[in-house]
């Protein structure tokens, strides 16, 4: 796993994960609970419908429904933030 910034809500696979591996973050044990391709992102802890994604150390995206510790984080469940006209600032 790989944490780019102390901030993120989410790591990147380096390897294909499957659900019940146990992966470890800076010292914190993560129960992956869905398939995880190489390259993707796996949350850390909770992160809310309507929750900012923060990777970098930066929010690229906006849950669109409750992702739990350990689900996989990909578009069927996260609007990007970078993209014009993908979130309302309103």
Known sequence: ML?????????????????????????????????????????LRPIDSGGKILKYGEVIGIATAEIGTGAHVHVHNVVSARLPGTVDDG
């Open 3 to 43: 944490v780019l910034n102390s901030a993120d809500n989410v790591a990147v696979a380096v390897a294909e994960l499957a659900p019940g591996e146990m992966v470890e973050v800076d010292g914190v044990a993560v129960e992956v609970v869905d398939p995880i391709p190489s390259g993707h992102k796996v949350a």
